[in-house]
């Protein structure tokens, strides 16, 4: 990029370059790693189209660009993403938050219809976005955030004194339910549950960015659901409820195996916005021996 290079003209070199790249968003991506360079907001970028960038801009911009078009996720480059009325930090210690986790948060609170959650658990849970968009929702819950990775467990920590509450979270680490003690209102989770043979033809950009352990659900994508299936009844109150996103092609198996479980009852499978069945629901049955 030569130095007479102006806004304009960037933003449309960068944008034909991302097109050769199969970016299917190019000219919003260019956009938000400019804005991002240039230290403003996208829209600013359409009121001075013609001013020149510094030598020390176009560095910067090069450098993201170059990283975006060999796969760097956006959201990594940026650093941040919005999550359900909160603001996350995203590096590649988690999985970027998804648009269908935002819907299982919605599902849970609109379930509830204004009922207090109680104790409640987000089970692996990244970067936060679970527990912290619940804490925002509903001051009175009390939450417990666990995973098994220390370094998502920093991040997830970092993003609730972002968003004004760490001192409403308990973070812990813990393998799936392996650590924790006592017993939850409510249970949420966002397992792994890409099968080990639909990984490898998952995006560039998810397979070889994003922790595979946030993605790998084993060789037919059930390996963590049924981990978690098998063991929440032991550590959910009487009538407590689980909450799980699943693949949409594994609605079937799914309500299988809740309803082959001795301590889960009222299996449900709900659907998201394109009605693709994407999430699982239970609730502990009231016979559950003490555990």
Not at 113 to 119: E, N
Not at 218 to 226: K, V
Not at 233 to 239: K, R, S
Not at 262 to 282: H, M, N, V, Y
Request: proline share 5%; net charge negative; with cysteine.
């Amino acid at each position: 990029m030569e130095e007479r290079w102006t806004i304009r003209e960037v933003l449309s070199w960068t944008c034909s370059y991302f097109r050769r790249a199969g970016i299917a968003a190019a000219r919003f991506e260019a956009e938000i790693l400019l804005a991002q360079v240039l230290n403003q907001d996208r829209l600013e970028l359409y009121l001075h189209p013609d001013r020149r960038l510094t030598p020390e801009q176009r560095t910067s911009f090069r450098r993201l660009v170059k990283l975006r078009h060999g796969g760097t996720p956006l959201q990594y480059l940026t650093g941040a993403v919005e999550f359900y009325n909160c603001r996350l930090r995203v590096n590649g210690s988690a999985l970027i938050p998804r648009p269908e986790t935002e819907q299982l948060v919605e599902r849970v609170l609109t379930d509830r219809q204004g009922q207090p959650l109680g104790r409640t658990l987000d089970l692996g849970t990244g970067t936060g976005a679970i527990a912290i968009a619940l804490a925002l929702a509903c001051p009175e819950a009390q939450l417990t955030a666990c995973d098994s990775s220390v370094e998502a467990l920093e991040l997830a920590q970092e993003n609730a004194m972002l968003n004004g509450v760490a001192e409403r979270i308990v973070f812990q680490r813990s393998d799936w339910f392996a650590q924790l003690s006592g017993r939850f209102d409510l249970i949420i989770s966002n397992p792994p549950y890409v099968s080990s043979e639909e990984l490898a033809g998952l995006a560039p950009e998810v397979r070889c960015h994003e922790p595979t352990v946030a993605l790998d659900g084993g060789a037919d994508g059930l390996e963590c659901l049924r981990a978690i299936i098998a063991q929440a009844p032991c550590y959910l109150n009487p009538g407590g409820q689980l909450y799980l996103e699943i693949g949409f092609e594994q609605a079937e198996a799914v309500q299988r195996l809740l309803e082959a479980s001795d301590g889960l009852s009222r299996p449900l499978i709900g659907e998201d916005l394109t009605g693709l069945p994407r999430f699982a629901c239970a609730q502990r049955a009231e016979s559950l021996q003490e555990a």
